[in-house]
């Protein structure tokens, strides 16, 4: 991976994956990584094997094979968030917030 690209902490990449889901629908693994990588700038250098388990992580998306025809060889698996565990969601984006918003005081200036 080239310096310039940053790390992402696991909890960070579960709600980027989980926003994702939520503003474009199902999407494969690739296509979840490609998107985050666009929004991120790309200042974020994301692989399968990065967003996957993300997804196994989380119990708010729910994956299922795709069915039809398939540019690649095996169908790959499509993932979409659950109904159910909206609650969850909104709780991770609350914590998400807390923990920036503490961060951004280590990160200012002293006084």
């Keep these: 991976m080239p310096e310039n690209k940053s790390d992402v ?3 960070t990449l579960d709600l980027m994956v989980l926003k ?3 503003s474009m629908g199902s999407l494969h693994g690739y296509g979840i990584a490609r998107r985050i990588e666009q929004v991120s700038g790309d200042s ?3 692989n399968q ?3 996957y388990p993300a997804l ?3 119990n708010s998306v729910h994956g299922s094979r795709a ?3 398939s ?3 095996a169908a790959a698996p499509s993932f979409t968030l659950s109904p159910a565990p909206a609650a969850s969601r909104s709780s991770r984006k609350r914590d998400w917030e807390r923990i920036a918003a503490t961060m951004a005081r280590f990160l200012a200036p002293s006084n």
Aim: glycine content about 14%; proline content about 5%.
């Design 56 to 58: 196994l992580r989380s």
């Design 67 to 69: 069915n039809g025809v």
């Design 44 to 46: 974020l250098c994301l």
């Design 20 to 22: 994702t889901l939520e």
């Design 49 to 51: 094997g990065t967003i």
């Design 9 to 11: 902490l696991q909890g």
């Design 71 to 73: 540019q690649r060889p």
